[in-house]
C-alpha cells in the first residue's frame, strides 16, 4: 500500500517536526528562567534601594482568595472578570502571582 520512499519521506519529516518542537519548547524553557533571574536581580536592587514594587499588590480580592484555597482556574476566572483579560494573559497573571507567594 506504502511504498518504501514515501514512507522513508514520512519518518524523516516527523523526526525533523519533532526535533523542531522540542528545541522551541526547550528555548522558551530556557528564556523562561533567564527572565526570571533577571527579575530576581531587579527585585534585589529594588529592595536594596529601598524602593517598593510589587504589580501583584492590587490584585483582586477574588483572585487572591482563590489561590490561597488552591482554586487555580478559579483564580483566573476571577482575573478575567476583574480585568477583562484574556485567557492567555490572565493565566500567566496567575501563574506569577502563585510564583511571587512562595
Known amino acids: 500500500m506504502w511504498n518504501e520512499p514515501f514512507l522513508l519521506g514520512f519518518i524523516a519529516g516527523s523526526l525533523i517536526a519533532a526535533a523542531v518542537i522540542v528545541r522551541m519548547t526547550s528555548s522558551r524553557d530556557?528564556?523562561?528562567?533567564?527572565?526570571?533571574?533577571?527579575?530576581?536581580?531587579?527585585?534585589?536592587?529594588?529592595k536594596h534601594e529601598g524602593i517598593q514594587f510589587d504589580p501583584f499588590s492590587g490584585a483582586p480580592p477574588a483572585v487572591l482568595d482563590?489561590?490561597?484555597?488552591g482554586k487555580k482556574i478559579e483564580a483566573i476566572k476571577a482575573y478575567r472578570?476583574?480585568?477583562g483579560a484574556d485567557l492567555k494573559e490572565a493565566k500567566?497573571?496567575?501563574?506569577e502571582l502563585e510564583r511571587r507567594a512562595r
Open 30 to 46: 530556557r528564556h523562561s528562567r533567564t527572565l526570571s533571574r533577571l527579575e530576581g536581580k531587579l527585585d534585589a536592587l529594588l
Open 66 to 69: 482563590a489561590l490561597r484555597r
Open 81 to 83: 472578570a476583574a480585568t
Open 92 to 95: 500567566d497573571y496567575v501563574e
